[in-house]
């Protein structure tokens, strides 16, 4: 196998390089001469007092890892690829709390409780009142328009709302409080970015408050039940239903995997779409059922994810050893051509589709995959509807993260 040249340091969990572009050109590079590739890092550059991990890079081998818990781990060292270098060893012990960085069989029994509100009966029941507030959503952007001359924030007007209304509409949140929500997820997701100045200590206040207002939450349904997924979820405690605390963990998964990630995959299928206008017109002309699926696989809205070694192994010709942290890159796996017929083009009928952007299958596969599919679907019809014209107005404001491909400003106008 021919050796990779990249140049001395190259890693790609560095945020200023995913602040700037996601690293295609190197990831194709590395499925080609190492899939399975040492990345040395400096010890606690990641908040991890080892020397590095491996990157994984080629489709077959992330949906390996993803598929085998009991030889890669999300529990011991999280699902989190690098935090910031100040996080203390006990702040990471206690994001363990939550599902994704979990193992069987604890994630086991959690998912099998939480997975109650993600039936396909219960996301069909959100569709109707969901519509709607896609439209008006898209109505109010309509209006900010028609006060600056055409022009608005996309991520801000359309791309964050419909994400944080339907977490509202599932767990029986107030609407009122959605940004709220957005905040305390911001703050946990953006340690990276500079622009926000959170420090790890405002991300843990922020996930505690967000834990705390979850748990009064649970505590108001147990007293007062309501049609909602969080009376359904801690209703009876010990009778297989969520703690309040683990009820609050939840909540947090859901803000930041449920809120982020959908929130950036439509920001950056919109700009797919402004980008490649033929697709835009076949969509509004089409709207076919694929489209979600090839916005999720361009976006890949989540980079990264880790695993940790449970033991002795082999992937892609490479010994890793028990211990050894283990990155899977979904954002290189959506891009293999040995999977993907011409992968660079973006397609909207593309049929089949076996992305890796809602995980690589197994215990840790995107719970929410149909409420994400069902919000980008519902966002970009309203869009089609009422601002078919819309074109870009400036390049996209990318988030400075180690993990995420987040997009936090693009400028468009309507024409």
Not at 19 to 30: D, I, K, L, Y
Not at 107 to 123: D, E, K, N, S
Not at 272 to 291: G, I, N, S, V
Not at 318 to 327: L, N
Request: hydrophobic share 40%.
């Amino acid at each position: 196998m021919r050796c990779p040249h990249l140049p001395d340091g190259f890693d790609f969990t560095d945020p200023d390089l995913l602040q700037s572009r996601v690293p295609h050109p190197e990831f194709a590079q590395m499925r080609q001469t190492a899939p399975v590739w040492w990345c040395a890092q400096p010890a606690g550059i990641s908040g991890f007092q080892d020397e590095g991990y491996w990157a994984v890079t080629r489709h077959a081998d992330v949906k390996y890892v993803s598929t085998h818990p009991e030889l890669f781990s999300s529990n011991t060292n999280t699902a989190v690829i690098r935090f910031n270098e100040s996080i203390s060893r006990e702040q990471i012990e206690v994001q363990k709390l939550i599902m994704l960085n979990m193992d069987p069989p604890e994630h086991t029994r959690v998912r099998q409780i939480v997975q109650r509100g993600f039936t396909p009966r219960a996301i069909r029941s959100l569709e109707g009142a969901l519509r709607a507030r896609a439209r008006g959503i898209v109505d109010a952007a309509l209006s900010e328009a028609n006060k600056n001359d055409g022009a608005f924030d996309f991520v801000t007007n359309i791309a964050v709302e419909l994400p944080l209304q339907a977490i509202a509409e599932l767990i029986g949140v107030p609407q009122e409080d959605r940004t709220k929500i957005f905040d305390w997820s911001n703050k946990m997701a953006a340690y990276d970015d500079p622009e926000y100045a959170i420090t790890e200590e405002i991300g843990a206040e922020a996930a505690m408050e967000l834990v705390s207002y979850a748990m009064n939450l649970a505590a108001a349904r147990k007293e007062c039940p309501a049609k909602d997924i969080v009376s359904q979820l801690v209703a009876a405690e010990g009778e297989g239903n969520l703690l309040s605390d683990e009820f609050g963990f939840f909540v947090i998964l859901l803000s930041v995997a449920g809120n982020e990630t959908t929130r950036n995959a439509i920001s950056h299928g919109m700009h797919a779409f402004l980008t490649h206008p033929d697709q835009w017109e076949l969509y509004k002309r089409e709207r076919p059922d694929t489209t979600a699926e090839e916005i999720v696989r361009w976006a890949t809205p989540v980079v990264s994810f880790q695993r940790t070694a449970t033991q002795d192994t082999e992937l892609g010709g490479q010994k890793i050893k028990a211990g050894d942290r283990v990155g899977i890159f979904y954002s290189s796996a959506n891009n293999d051509p040995d999977v993907f017929e011409d992968p660079e083009r973006f397609d909207i009928t593309r049929d089949p589709n076996p992305h890796l952007g809602f995980g690589g299958g197994g215990p840790h596969f995107c719970l929410g995959k149909s409420l994400a599919v069902l919000e980008i679907n519902l966002i970009f019809n309203a869009i089609a509807d009422v601002l078919p014209g819309l074109h870009l107005a400036g390049d996209p404001r990318r988030l400075r993260s180690a993990w995420l491909n987040g997009i936090k400003e693009l400028q468009v106008k309507r024409s």
